[in-house]
């Protein structure tokens, strides 16, 4: 079992571990841009649309196939053979329950059936891989991207009693959870909410209600289960979390996404981070844009021993022709399902063996190869430097330039006050 000592993550015995590895998305959350799915909007429209056309039985059916085949326990082995020792696994709620009020899925136990997850953790056990239970979508919806469940429909942070409603069901749900994952060593952390938007702009009313909706949660994660680390999101600076010494919130560690430009971006921002409180930095997402690099992120985040996972392990025929070294395991031929159109027959084709890794149909990319290197540690420390060097450069050309703006401007202005003052 894992724990926090300071800033560093520790076994029972006090070996630090670094986490190093891969998210699961479109697991258990389509995204269109990379999953088999043609429907842009997210989850949400993709049950409602298969419950409408087939009914809540066979729509489930159509989805538990779809899961059963985009990731099996074999790709568990199969990330871990590539040197990684973290997966970080996003959830919907409406997989464990069947409507906005909290209804269970049960198993022939009568309990909530956590039987996909529980597959997945038990491959991960058998693998030395750690899982990190990732809560990604929830009702009402924590920000307007199609990821949390439905793009363009905010309401989770609402001052409504509808939307305390669902906080307070969210609340319920980590703690049936976390009773569940209880004592379990290869459950790394509770991921309370991932990307909470609720302190974007015009939107700061919003950040006392997340706070406190974590603080519920926290709790009711501890009545449950005293022993696993709770991991809370900056969206997407440290700014946007409190003092975890405000709420008493203890063997926590505080999470950043990074999707920054620059080298220099990512490397202010961990390094912010780690001077802020005295708790775990873990960068739970990221992808250099722009001018960033890999080499130099990966690098910087294991010089500062930050444990960090990539977006994303699995993918294909992707929408956005940026995709560029996203993916792991890639196919870029394979049908996406269409929803309104397809008949079951067709969309239980697509979601077939046919997803499976082992299929023969996704190839492991350049990019998996470039960075299983850095899941042992490695440091580029050239990259680091020639990098470090060119944004000091651009830094300090661009801080010369202004400073030659700024002399221009003043020389103007004296000799214009010089004029004044002879005509005086």
Known sequence: MLHTEGKRIVTASGEEIILRGVNLGGWMMFEEWFTPVTVESGCAE???????????????????????????????????????????????????QSDDKGTWYLNDSGEPDFSLLDEIVDACAENGVYAIIDLHGVP????????????????????????????????????????HYAGNPAVAAYDILNEPLADVVGRALYTPTAWSFFDSAYKAVRS??????????????????????TYGWENVMYQLHLYDTTDRAFEDA????????????????????????????LSMF?????????????????TWSGHGNFFCRFNNTLPKADVYNDSFEEISEKWGECLRSDSGNFERTG???????????????????????AARTKYYKNALSLLELLYNICSDCLAKVSNVLKFA
């Open 224 to 245: 449950a289960d005293a022993d696993h680390i709770v991991t809370f999101e900056a969206t997407w600076r440290y700014s946007s979390l409190p003092d975890p010494n």
């Open 302 to 318: 294991n010089y500062y021993s930050v444990s960090w996972c990539l977006w994303t392990y699995k993918g294909m025929n992707p």
């Open 46 to 96: 993709v049950l409602d649309t298969l419950v409408s056309r087939f009914g809540s039985e066979r729509a489930m059916e159509l989805l538990r196939q779809y899961m059963s085949n985009f990731l099996t326990t074999g790709d568990i082995a199969d990330i871990a053979s590539m040197g990684f020792n973290c997966v970080r696994i996003p959830i919907w709620y409406r997989l464990f």
């Open 367 to 389: 990019f998996s190869w470039f960075v299983e290197k850095y899941a042992d540690g490695f440091i580029d420390f050239p990259a680091l430097t020639e990098n470090e060097s």
């Open 140 to 179: 009402g919806y924590q920000n307007n991207c199609d990821h949390c469940g439905k793009a363009d429909s905010q309401s989770f942070f609402n001052l409504t009693s509808k939307a305390s409603g669902y906080r307070e069901l969210m609340v319920e749900f980590w703690r049936v959870l976390a009773e």
């Open 270 to 297: 961990v390094v912010s981070s780690l001077g802020t409180y005295d708790i775990p930095c873990f960068v739970g997402e990221f992808y250099p844009r722009t001018n960033a690099t890999f080499d130099f992120v």
